[in-house]
């Protein structure tokens, strides 16, 4: 007999060790974050490049509407009435544009000279806006006190006095004239403060030269006029005033030649009392109304005009 044959007790199997996680599973991929643009990737199997995320678009809104508030409130200033409207504009645009200025300040916004320009123009549009509110003012105190002065003749009409007292003969201004008809030429003209200016007959000449003086045409004639004053008043007389008016035979104003070597010698500062002084005019006057000649002249500014009139040669 054949002794059994011990089989082999059977082995455990064995257990797994713990350990790192398997590294053959999907990984996660790196990107960036949900509304961003995908980084560009390297071309041939490369390294991707490295995303940076997108600068913010500049805050330039601010520093136009500052600019359009400003424009349009500087235009509507001029407009009669509506210089209130131009006022809140200005505010609005002043406002607008300093925040403006602080965005670009902090690096948010790029457009400097919109933000400046529009706090510039807004704050012209609230001065404008004053302007305005006080000519407005005026312009209604104006027609109240038209139509206050309307009412007042009215009523001084219907109560006129029964037996009115006759004027008073009142003296007259020393810078009157003594005689206020027109004279020839040669003649003299008297004030009652004791102011006497003399015209002298004008003369022809003719120029010499090349140079043709502004207002001179050709065939024109030219004449000479000889001034002079005399002082004979209490008081200084301004003499920048008294320029002559001259008016050809047709009733056409005549201008003044500013031309030294045409003999342009006029009065000039101030004439005291006992004093006498000379001034010497040319005119160019058209051959056709050359015939005759009026002179009118102001030897202060508060005297009456003298005037003169007469043929010339």
Same mark, same amino acid.
């Given at each position: 007999?054949?002794?059994?044959?011990?089989?082999?007790?059977?082995?455990?199997?064995?257990?797994?060790?713990?350990?790192?996680? $398997?590294?053959? =599973?999907?990984?996660?991929?790196?990107?960036?974050?949900?509304?961003?643009?995908?980084?560009?990737?390297?071309?041939?199997?490369?390294?991707?490049?490295? +995303?940076?995320?997108?600068?913010?678009?500049?805050?330039?809104?601010?520093?136009?509407?500052?600019?359009?508030?400003?424009? %349009?409130?500087?235009?509507?200033?001029?407009?009669?009435?509506?210089? +209130? %409207?131009? +006022?809140?504009?200005?505010?609005?645009?002043?406002?607008?544009?300093?925040?403006?200025?602080?965005?670009?300040?902090?690096?948010?916004?790029?457009?400097?000279?919109?933000?400046?320009?529009?706090? %510039?123009?807004?704050?012209?549009?609230?001065?404008?806006?004053?302007?305005?509110?006080?000519?407005?003012?005026?312009?209604?105190?104006?027609?109240?006190?038209?139509?206050?002065?309307?009412? $007042?003749?009215?009523?001084?009409?219907?109560?006129?006095?029964?037996?009115?007292?006759?004027?008073?003969?009142?003296?007259?201004?020393?810078?009157?004239?003594?005689?206020?008809?027109?004279?020839?030429?040669?003649?003299?003209?008297?004030?009652?403060?004791?102011?006497?200016?003399?015209?002298?007959?004008?003369?022809?000449?003719?120029?010499?030269? $090349?140079?043709?003086?502004?207002?001179?045409?050709?065939?024109?004639?030219?004449?000479?006029?000889?001034?002079? %004053?005399?002082?004979?008043?209490?008081?200084?007389?301004?003499?920048?005033?008294?320029?002559?008016?001259?008016?050809?035979?047709?009733?056409?104003?005549?201008?003044?030649?500013?031309?030294?070597?045409?003999?342009?010698?006029?009065?000039?500062?101030?004439?005291?009392? =006992?004093?006498?002084?000379?001034?010497?005019?040319?005119?160019?006057?058209?051959?056709?109304?050359? $015939?005759?000649?009026?002179?009118?002249?102001?030897?202060?500014?508060?005297?009456?005009?003298?005037? +003169?009139?007469?043929?010339?040669?």
């Amino acid at each position: 007999m054949t002794a059994p044959v011990d089989s082999p007790e059977p082995q455990p199997e064995p257990q797994p060790q713990p350990g790192p996680p $398997s590294q053959s =599973g999907p990984q996660p991929q790196w990107g960036p974050p949900a509304g961003y643009p995908e980084p560009p990737h390297a071309e041939h199997g490369g390294t991707a490049a490295p +995303w940076t995320p997108a600068q913010p678009l500049p805050r330039n809104g601010l520093g136009t509407t500052a600019m359009v508030l400003g424009a %349009i409130g500087s235009f509507v200033a001029f407009l009669p009435f509506l210089f +209130w %409207i131009a +006022w809140i504009l200005g505010v609005l645009a002043v406002v607008f544009g300093l925040v403006g200025l602080g965005n670009v300040r902090k690096g948010l916004a790029t457009n400097k000279s919109s933000a400046l320009g529009g706090t %510039i123009l807004g704050g012209a549009s609230i001065l404008l806006a004053v302007v305005g509110l006080l000519i407005t003012g005026v312009m209604i105190r104006s027609a109240v006190d038209r139509v206050d002065g309307t009412d $007042s003749d009215s009523s001084s009409i219907t109560q006129l006095p029964d037996d009115p007292e006759p004027p008073l003969d009142e003296e007259p201004l020393g810078t009157e004239l003594l005689d206020p008809a027109a004279v020839q030429f040669g003649e003299s003209h008297e004030y009652v403060d004791g102011v006497t200016v003399t015209v002298a007959k004008p003369s022809e000449f003719s120029l010499t030269g $090349s140079y043709v003086p502004p207002g001179l045409h050709k065939g024109d004639r030219t004449f000479h006029l000889d001034l002079t %004053i005399v002082n004979d008043s209490n008081d200084s007389l301004n003499l920048d005033f008294a320029q002559p008016h001259v008016k050809d035979a047709a009733g056409n104003e005549v201008n003044m030649l500013f031309y030294s070597k045409a003999g342009y010698k006029p009065f000039r500062g101030t004439l005291a009392p =006992g004093e006498r002084a000379t001034a010497q005019y040319s005119y160019p006057v058209s051959p056709d109304a050359a $015939s005759k000649l009026q002179v009118e002249v102001h030897p202060g500014l508060l005297h009456d005009h003298a005037e +003169w009139s007469g043929p010339v040669g």
